[in-house]
């Protein structure tokens, strides 16, 4: 086993549908490179709370990001935040209370990592005044099969984005 892998489990989504036996690395930044790059068959996963579409990959490798979720940087005057991909939405809500912004965006589980939001452009009870979490994320940086990272926001890289 590698740093952080915590060997071939059984693991699903939040409601328990199709159920797949991978092995999970929770690697830190500076080794997921080498993890992506090493192995064929891998699907990075949030906190594996979504009602049906949760990511894992059978007889592969699941990256979890729980081990990513630092906040980077909080831009008071805009009101931006850069953080990484394992950042709990409780944790987004509680840095933000301490100033005078609120997320807009509020599901129906505080344990909803930003990664997991944003691939599955999760929505709360208020999408039809405040749009889906997609519509509240600037850009992101991917990190593809090659080891390279792509910036991405709507004016680059928008196919992607």
């Not at 064929?40 to 059978?58: E, H, N, P, V």
Request: aromatic letters at 8%; proline letters at 2%.
């Amino acid at each position: 086993m590698t740093n952080g892998q915590m060997g071939a489990i059984e693991i699903s989504s939040w409601s328990n549908v199709l159920p797949a036996k991978t092995h999970i690395e929770s690697p830190d930044y500076s080794s997921i490179n080498d993890l992506v790059t090493a192995n064929k068959l891998t699907i990075s996963r949030g906190a594996g709370k979504s009602f049906g579409d949760a990511s894992y990959i059978t007889n592969g490798l699941t990256i979890s990001s729980r081990k990513l979720n630092r906040i980077l940087d909080f831009d008071q005057q805009l009101g931006t935040i850069t953080c990484e991909s394992g950042v709990r939405m409780i944790d987004l809500h509680l840095h933000l209370k301490q100033s005078e912004w609120s997320f807009p965006i509020y599901v129906g589980s505080r344990w909803v990592t930003i990664g997991g939001a944003t691939a599955s452009d999760i929505h709360g009870k208020n999408v039809e005044t405040f749009g889906s979490f997609g519509h509240h994320v600037l850009s992101i940086t991917l990190l593809i099969a090659n080891g390279q990272e792509i910036e991405c926001s709507r004016d680059q890289q928008s196919d992607l984005f």
